[in-house]
């Protein structure tokens, strides 16, 4: 097995995932128990993961340097390998040119982590620092326009770093290299697959952990809250009823849509509760994201509480996937399906997914998420394999807090309406154009910034409306979509026309990191 070292990565969890895709073993640990873990195990490689920090900080995560000299190879990435280079010898220092986003690597002098690459190729970075200087024994494999030092090895020593992050879809040929470095770990390569077995011991766990009690799931029309229902719905039947509360803050038409997906499409016992007013009047005056992502959270789990008292439910379903637990810094529970480790104490919380972050300590139901585990085309591959129509797996994520976290500073109803006719036109365009289930996600962001404009020969002074469309495989990193200008031109056009307030629209054009998908 491979043992990970956590120094806080947004993406750590992201190489357990691609090993176990190699059908690799790895766990995840915190650098402090390394020595102690390499000694007692059965472990064939390490990988150092990139982290917030920077290496020449006191204060900052760092390693023993004895775990490089127990004959293990050793892949660093990122931090990971400014720790090598610093630890062994060489030198690190604040960078002149920070570099976020897609970089061209240029192979200088291949190594054996580098074998079946071309000579450039475009990897993802992440970082301020740099090394600039290199132990003894170590050459550079790689440099980058910004960088001299972008992959470096020590083919003796089997000890390789990169600054870039190999884990991340966005990097080519990032699965080869992870197949090098098992190579050279010498564990042989077998891909795993989700499958009908799969995800029938998946509904087996389920009803062994809820047997015949009485549950209620929060559905809320997305992928992640229907696959998770559905499972749960295939595990205990009628015992299960799906609640869907209509904050408020959901697309136009998501109401009607959801009830003639779920009720009389799926027969699934689905209740729908107006819980408008009461979002509302918890969000007024609050304009932090945080807050009100917290307020949101907990007006769900009232909502929820109430509901569940109703029914007798002791049992309370979401579709919390994985990049919720982790950009939330919480722990993932031992009882997962594919148990991978903790989020780590040195990761840095992003944002508090309602999901997560916004769950009372003293909740009295017993939380299940069967989803917990699983990135989200991971998610959308149980989806095909319970037959789940296109339309519904294929569909873009929406976050728990809805439309509030897409509505900078305070969420009126007024803004509400707004927001929620230019998304309406951002989705219709999309369509017609047929590429909804290409991209990630494409919606509207009601910036609260007014700005001036001319009507009829008139001053208006109006609302400035943002589409975000974003192209990713992950949660963790995208690029910002390239639509055709003319359909950015129709979608423009047809805001500031229809949409009477508004007369000024932009288009978003960040990738992530540094910005995230939603505004807030
Ligand atoms: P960010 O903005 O973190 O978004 O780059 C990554 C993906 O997660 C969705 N998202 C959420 N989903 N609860 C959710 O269920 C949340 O609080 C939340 N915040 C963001 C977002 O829409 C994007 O697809």
């Known amino acids: 097995m491979i043992l990970i070292i956590d120094f806080g990565s947004q993406t750590t969890h992201l190489i357990s995932r691609r090993l176990r895709e190699l059908g690799a073993k790895s766990i995840i640990i915190e650098p402090e128990e390394a020595l102690k873990k390499i000694n007692h195990s059965s472990c064939k490689g390490i990988i150092l993961s990139g982290g917030p920090g920077s290496v020449y900080q006191k204060d900052d995560p760092t390693i023993d340097k004895k775990i490089f000299d127990v004959g293990i190879p050793v892949l660093g990435i990122c931090y990971g390998q400014q720790l090598i280079a610093q630890l062994l010898g060489g030198e690190v220092i604040p960078g002149k040119r920070k570099e976020y986003g897609p970089a061209e690597l240029k192979i200088i002098k291949p190594s054996t982590l580098l074998l079946s690459t071309p000579e450039t190729f475009s990897v ?23 960088i001299p030092c972008a992959a470096i090895a020590c083919e003796k020593r089997k000890i390789y770093g990169v600054q870039f992050h190999p884990e991340v879809i966005h990097t080519q040929f990032g699965e080869q290299i992870l197949k090098n470095f098992l190579t050279i770990c010498n564990i042989s390569i077998k891909k795993q697959t989700i499958d009908q077995e799969f995800v029938n011991n998946l509904i087996a766990d389920i009803k062994d952990s ?14 992640d809250s229907s696959i998770s229902s559905l499972l749960v719905h295939k595990a205990i039947g009628k015992n299960l009823t799906s609640i869907y509360i209509d904050s408020g803050l959901m697309r136009l038409n998501e109401t009607a849509s959801l009830r003639k997906t779920f009720k009389e499409h799926y027969h699934m016992n689905v209740k729908i509760v107006n819980a408008k007013n009461i979002f509302l009047k918890n969000l007024k005056g609050v304009t932090d994201p ?16 109430k509901e569940a008292k109703k029914v007798g439910a002791k049992y309370f379903i979401q579709g919390t996937i994985y990049p919720d637990v982790i950009e939330s810094g919480a722990s993932r529970s031992p009882s997962e399906a594919l148990a991978k480790g903790d989020a780590g104490k040195h990761s840095q919380k992003i944002k508090s997914h ?18 917990r585990a699983f990135y989200k085309d991971e998610v959308r591959i149980i989806g095909n394999v319970l037959n789940l129509p296109e339309e519904i797996n294929l569909r873009q994520p929406f976050p728990g807090p809805g439309l509030a976290i897409r509505i900078i500073g305070e969420v009126t109803e007024k803004k509400l309406k707004i927001l929620k006719k230019a998304d309406a036109i951002i989705s219709q365009e999309i369509e017609k154009e047929k590429l909804t289930n290409k991209l990630w996600q494409a919606f509207a962001v009601f910036t609260g910034i007014k700005t001036t404009g001319v009507r009829g020969d008139n001053r208006v002074y109006g609302e400035t409306i943002a589409i975000r469309v974003i192209d990713a495989k992950d949660a963790m990193s995208a690029h910002w979509a390239r ?16 949409v009477r307030e508004v007369n000024r629209v932009v288009y978003d054009i960040t990738n992530k990191p540094p910005a995230t998908m939603e505004w807030e």
């Open 210 to 223: 809820i047997k015949d009690g009485i549950a209620i799931s929060a559905l809320s029309g997305g992928v």
């Open 290 to 305: 945080e807050r009100k992502r917290k307020i949101i959270g907990k007006t769900f789990i009232q909502v929820f509480e």
């Open 124 to 146: 993802w970075m992440s970082h301020g620092d740099e090394v600039v200087t290199l132990p003894l024994g170590f050459e550079i494999s790689a440099k980058t326009l910004t």
């Open 483 to 498: 639509l055709p200008y003319d359909l950015i031109d129709k979608i423009s056009t047809r805001i500031v026309n229809e």
């Open 354 to 371: 309602h999901n997560v972050g916004g769950l009372p300590k003293n909740m009295k139901l017993t939380l299940v998420e069967p989803l």
